[in-house]
């Protein structure tokens, strides 16, 4: 094999640990703190750097405006698969298309850089097939678990990574173990007063968004600074409840996590008898090291956890590792629907108004949930919505700039006429945003394998994504979008629009490995352990079988301390075993 | 200048795909420039490779008649009026050499924004008989404004006009928005923590390397 060979070229130090996760985001931190806490030795192997929190800050050029957080892709491709004008599919290197789905190589993952948006999956979600039925194209089915038995980490995350809020009642308020969320709502813009008034006036269910960001300090991190750059940017604060600030900091304390950074895992070598044995990695140099550990847990995210899957082909799995069913990456799913928005213009409003809505830093944090379920004839009847989240334009100023550069009809526009634009623009109104969220209907036309050709630099094959979608899901969102937009003309808004599109949002992106009680049809079982292989576990967004109409963050970070649990009763069942102690 | 002659010079002017779909707003989180070691084997690499080890001489990236051209057009793009400053006022022209020194950046696209303004010069010639800089300012914009109609010539003018707006907009530490002077006439507030000279940009990858 072509991995035993490069073993032979090289003398490898091999180390051993009781659990070896692959990837620090919101899938590895809930393992490696709960396993290192238990007094396991655990070890993280990141492939990108370790930022800390002094690192961070709030530069545009550093953030957003060059690829420092994610790889360049030169050096780390990817193919991505679209439809081409006549309906064929053509794939391209990502490097010369510049669509980049990296989302976060450093420790603590993209969870460094999401907004903290945090929606639990609600009941429904979770038996979306016997709920609302079968859909012509799509590989709908229920999950192997209830929410009620996901739950409880719900309810745990809201604690140990910290989430601000207020629970109010409504018709999709998801059932609580909790009365209300451990810390109080964010500091809210007036404009959510607004938007509560006209959501009054049409009778729209609405509810304040829970964020995972401290509204006060918990121990060792601070509360939010309201900086006005919180999405794609690392929090200097620490209140962001990022893997790495909510968790993995945490479990260094406890002596028995080592994190390795820099450290790109690309094989996981079997024993002959379904069973990982070492998982092999290239440093910062490019050599070649090893890990020896008991359990493996992979959390790569889930585009590079199924190509790490089907590079770890071997004579016992020879279409990749845990996928003699042919499932491994199949299902992939991201979140449907788009965006929209409209502005309000000072010169429409009081001076009061204009002082209250310029206010910087503070948050939106308003949702629709009203048509979670939808009930219209245009939908036959009941069907499953999605929700609408609000904010304002993100502060970067350089893309706000960016967007003033073409007139209406799409032409350039520069020289005086291009200033007087900026300007305008940048003192003379502010932009409500909102993000619309449907499911992404899994289909035989979203999955990943690896490209025939393109190799990353360390020459191992780059995962090919192809990129189709279901017709259902532009009918949701463009549904769902028409009601915001109604909240903002009832606002007050002007210039509003919305764009829904089957274009996939790199950020949102789960499945490829989906957890079922069939082992012909998923990866891994409900404990998110896979059929096939006794010591491997997946507790990034891979294991998610249909995704819901919300963020995913939540719901990977609930599973993940889920399975933690898991991990450590089967730890402690196998070890009173072999020292003839019962249970 | 016939027809058939300036459609076979657009035909040349080759704009790397990733420019093309930035342009048309079809890459959402990512600029024009992407991160890159400049490893590239592009024959018209050779200049710029031969300019980028030498970091401390940004003179070297471009020739002094490249970057006159260079500041002519941010001058068009962005005029300075007596409300308000132009592109030469927070220094995009030093931006602009400090960009194309940058190694990180894909070698094919930097090349880009040098081609381009070879190809405007070209296209003077082409339209005028005479050098772009020779032309009155009245005829330089005038040229600017055909090219602007054209595939390469708005897609190349997209570019430049980033790269003013990202000099408008940095951060005081780089050395080019002065006193903050872009941000300042667009009442932008940057954000807290601020860059220092260990996490600005040319710097964060050394610092980091030394938190492992």
Same mark, same amino acid.
């Given at each position: 094999?072509?991995?035993?060979?490069?073993?032979?070229?090289?003398?490898?130090?091999?180390?051993?640990?009781?659990?070896?996760?692959?990837?620090?985001?919101?899938?590895?931190? +809930?393992?490696?703190?709960?396993?290192?806490?238990?007094?396991?030795?655990?070890?993280?192997?990141?492939?990108?750097?370790?930022?800390?929190?002094?690192?961070?800050?709030?530069?545009?050029?550093?953030?957003?405006?060059?690829?420092?957080?994610?790889?360049?892709?030169?050096?780390?491709?990817?193919?991505?698969?679209?439809?081409?004008?006549?309906? #064929?599919? #053509?794939?391209?290197?990502?490097?010369?298309?510049?669509?980049?789905?990296?989302?976060?190589?450093?420790?603590?993952?993209?969870?460094?850089?999401?907004?903290?948006?945090?929606?639990?999956?609600?009941?429904?979600?979770? @038996?979306?097939?016997?709920?609302?039925?079968?859909?012509?194209?799509?590989?709908?089915?229920?999950?192997?678990?209830?929410?009620?038995?996901?739950? +409880?980490?719900?309810?745990?995350?809201?604690?140990?990574?910290?989430?601000?809020?207020?629970?109010?009642?409504?018709?999709?308020?998801?059932?609580?173990?909790?009365?209300?969320?451990?810390?109080?709502?964010?500091?809210?813009?007036?404009?959510?007063?607004?938007?509560?008034?006209?959501?009054?006036?049409?009778?729209?269910?609405?509810?304040?968004?829970?964020?995972?960001?401290?509204?006060?300090?918990?121990?060792?991190?601070?509360?939010?600074?309201?900086?006005?750059?919180?999405?794609?940017?690392?929090?200097?604060?620490?209140?962001?409840?990022?893997?790495?600030?909510?968790?993995?900091?945490?479990?260094?304390?406890?002596?028995?996590?080592?994190?390795?950074?820099?450290?790109?895992?690309?094989?996981?070598?079997?024993?002959?008898?379904?069973?990982?044995?070492?998982?092999?990695?290239?440093?910062?140099?490019?050599?070649?090291?090893?890990?020896?550990?008991?359990?493996?847990?992979?959390?790569?995210?889930?585009?590079?956890?199924?190509?790490?899957?089907?590079?770890?082909?071997?004579?016992?799995?020879?279409?990749?590792?845990?996928?003699?069913?042919?499932?491994?990456?199949?299902?992939?799913?991201?979140?449907?629907?788009?965006?929209?928005?409209?502005?309000?213009?000072?010169?429409?409003?009081?001076?009061?108004?204009?002082?209250?809505?310029?206010?910087?830093?503070?948050?939106?944090?308003?949702?629709?949930?009203?048509?979670?379920? %939808?009930?219209?004839?245009?939908?036959?009847?009941?069907?499953?919505? &999605?929700?609408? /989240?609000?904010?304002?334009?993100?502060?970067?100023?350089?893309?706000?700039? !960016?967007?003033?550069?073409?007139?209406?009809?799409? =032409?350039?526009?520069?020289?005086?006429?291009?200033?007087?634009?900026?300007?305008?623009?940048?003192?003379?109104?502010?932009?409500?945003?909102?993000?619309?969220?449907?499911?992404?209907?899994?289909?035989?036309?979203?999955?990943?394998?690896?490209?025939?050709?393109?190799?990353?630099?360390?020459?191992?094959?780059?995962?090919?994504?192809?990129?189709?979608?279901?017709?259902? /899901?532009?009918?949701?969102?463009?549904?769902?979008?028409?009601?915001?937009?109604?909240?903002?003309? $009832?606002?007050?808004?002007?210039?509003?629009?919305?764009?829904?599109? &089957?274009?996939?949002?790199?950020?949102?992106?789960?499945?490829?490995?989906?957890?079922?009680?069939?082992?012909?049809?998923?990866?891994?079982?409900?404990?998110?352990?896979?059929?096939?292989?006794?010591?491997?576990?997946?507790?990034?967004?891979?294991?998610?079988?249909?995704?819901?109409?919300?963020?995913?963050?939540?719901?990977?970070?609930?599973?993940?301390?889920?399975?933690?649990?898991?991990? !450590?009763?089967?730890?402690?069942?196998?070890?009173?075993?072999?020292?003839?102690?019962?249970? | 200048?016939?027809? =058939?002659?300036?459609?076979?010079?657009?035909?040349?002017?080759?704009?790397?795909?990733?420019?093309?779909?930035?342009?048309?707003?079809?890459?959402?989180?990512?600029?024009?420039?992407?991160?890159?070691?400049?490893?590239?084997?592009?024959?018209?690499?050779?200049?710029?490779?031969?300019?980028?080890?030498?970091?401390?001489?940004?003179?070297?990236?471009?020739?002094?008649?490249?970057?006159? %051209?260079?500041?002519?057009?941010?001058?068009?793009?962005?005029?300075?009026? $007596? =409300?308000?400053?132009?592109?030469?006022?927070?220094?995009?022209?030093?931006?602009?050499?400090?960009?194309?020194?940058?190694? @990180?950046?894909?070698?094919?696209?930097?090349?880009?924004?040098?081609?381009?303004?070879?190809?405007? /010069? #070209?296209?003077?010639?082409?339209?005028?008989?005479?050098?772009?800089?020779?032309?009155?300012? @009245?005829?330089?914009?005038?040229?600017?404004?055909?090219?602007?109609?054209?595939?390469?010539?708005?897609?190349?003018?997209?570019?430049?006009?980033?790269?003013?707006?990202?000099?408008?907009?940095?951060?005081?530490?780089?050395?080019?928005?002065?006193?903050?002077?872009?941000?300042?006439?667009?009442?932008?507030?940057?954000?807290?923590?601020?860059?220092?000279?260990?996490?600005?940009?040319?710097?964060?990858?050394?610092?980091?390397?030394?938190?492992?």
């Amino acid at each position: 094999m072509i991995k035993e060979t490069r073993n032979e070229k090289q003398k490898i130090k091999t180390n051993s640990y009781d659990i070896c996760i692959v990837g620090s985001g919101a899938g590895a931190g +809930p393992v490696a703190y709960e396993l290192s806490k238990a007094g396991y030795k655990v070890v993280v192997l990141e492939k990108g750097p370790w930022f800390k929190t002094k690192d961070f800050t709030k530069d545009e050029i550093t953030a957003v405006r060059r690829s420092v957080y994610t790889p360049n892709l030169k050096d780390e491709p990817q193919v991505l698969e679209t439809k081409n004008s006549n309906g #064929e599919w #053509e794939a391209k290197s990502n490097y010369k298309t510049g669509k980049d789905f990296w989302n976060g190589s450093l420790v603590g993952g993209s969870s460094n850089f999401m907004s903290g948006y945090f929606h639990r999956m609600k009941p429904d979600d979770f @038996r979306l097939l016997s709920k609302y039925g079968a859909i012509k194209g799509a590989n709908t089915v229920d999950w192997p678990i209830s929410y009620k038995e996901l739950e +409880p980490y719900y309810a745990k995350v809201e604690k140990v990574v910290g989430v601000s809020g207020k629970v109010i009642n409504h018709k999709f308020q998801e059932e609580r173990s909790t009365k209300d969320f451990p810390y109080p709502p964010l500091a809210e813009n007036v404009i959510s007063r607004w938007i509560d008034i006209a959501a009054d006036k049409l009778g729209y269910t609405i509810a304040p968004i829970p964020r995972a960001i401290l509204s006060k300090p918990k121990k060792d991190r601070s509360s939010c600074v309201y900086s006005n750059y919180c999405g794609s940017y690392g929090c200097a604060s620490d209140a962001k409840g990022s893997s790495r600030a909510a968790l993995l900091n945490k479990a260094l304390k406890t002596g028995n996590l080592k994190i390795l950074a820099n450290s790109k895992v690309y094989h996981l070598e079997t024993n002959g008898k379904g069973k990982i044995r070492k998982a092999y990695y290239y440093d910062s140099d490019k050599n070649i090291q090893v890990i020896e550990a008991k359990i493996f847990v992979i959390a790569a995210q889930a585009i590079e956890t199924s190509r790490l899957l089907l590079l770890s082909k071997n004579k016992d799995f020879p279409n990749g590792l845990a996928n003699n069913n042919g499932q491994v990456g199949k299902n992939l799913i991201f979140s449907a629907g788009g965006t929209g928005s409209g502005q309000f213009f000072y010169e429409d409003l009081t001076k009061q108004e204009v002082k209250e809505l310029k206010i910087p830093g503070v948050f939106v944090n308003r949702s629709i949930h009203h048509w979670y379920e %939808i009930d219209d004839e245009k939908f036959n009847g009941k069907a499953k919505g &999605g929700t609408v /989240d609000f904010l304002f334009e993100h502060a970067n100023a350089t893309s706000k700039a !960016i967007r003033q550069k073409w007139d209406d009809s799409g =032409n350039l526009v520069f020289g005086p006429a291009l200033k007087k634009k900026l300007k305008d623009y940048f003192t003379k109104q502010r932009r409500l945003k909102f993000e619309v969220f449907a499911d992404w209907l899994p289909t035989d036309d979203c999955f990943i394998t690896l490209d025939p050709k393109v190799k990353d630099k360390w020459g191992d094959q780059v995962a090919r994504i192809r990129l189709g979608y279901h017709k259902h /899901d532009l009918k949701v969102g463009n549904y769902l979008a028409k009601k915001a937009e109604d909240l903002l003309q $009832e606002m007050g808004a002007k210039n509003i629009n919305s764009s829904i599109s &089957g274009g996939a949002p790199p950020n949102l992106v789960v499945g490829g490995c989906r957890f079922g009680n069939d082992p012909k049809k998923s990866v891994l079982d409900k404990n998110c352990k896979s059929h096939e292989v006794e010591n491997l576990y997946i507790t990034d967004g891979s294991f998610i079988p249909t995704g819901g109409s919300v963020t995913y963050t939540w719901t990977i970070y609930a599973n993940s301390f889920r399975v933690a649990e898991v991990l !450590i009763k089967q730890i402690k069942l196998k070890t009173n075993m072999s020292s003839g102690k019962t249970i | 200048m016939s027809e =058939n002659k300036f459609m076979k010079n657009i035909q040349d002017k080759v704009i790397p795909q990733s420019i093309k779909e930035f342009t048309t707003g079809q890459v959402s989180r990512r600029n024009f420039i992407r991160s890159s070691l400049a490893l590239g084997a592009l024959s018209q690499m050779t200049l710029l490779q031969s300019c980028i080890n030498n970091k401390s001489d940004y003179s070297t990236v471009l020739n002094k008649k490249q970057l006159t %051209i260079a500041i002519a057009v941010q001058n068009i793009l962005f005029p300075k009026d $007596e =409300n308000s400053p132009g592109a030469l006022d927070f220094n995009a022209d030093k931006y602009l050499l400090w960009v194309l020194s940058d190694e @990180r950046i894909d070698p094919e696209e930097n090349q880009y924004v040098i081609n381009g303004l070879k190809w405007l /010069d #070209e296209t003077a010639e082409e339209e005028k008989n005479t050098h772009f800089l020779k032309l009155s300012k @009245r005829e330089q914009v005038q040229l600017v404004h055909t090219i602007s109609k054209t595939n390469w010539g708005e897609n190349w003018l997209s570019v430049v006009l980033t790269l003013i707006f990202e000099a408008m907009i940095s951060d005081p530490i780089y050395g080019f928005n002065t006193n903050e002077i872009g941000r300042k006439w667009l009442k932008h507030d940057a954000g807290y923590p601020r860059p220092t000279k260990e996490t600005r940009y040319d710097e964060i990858f050394k610092t980091v390397q030394q938190n492992n």
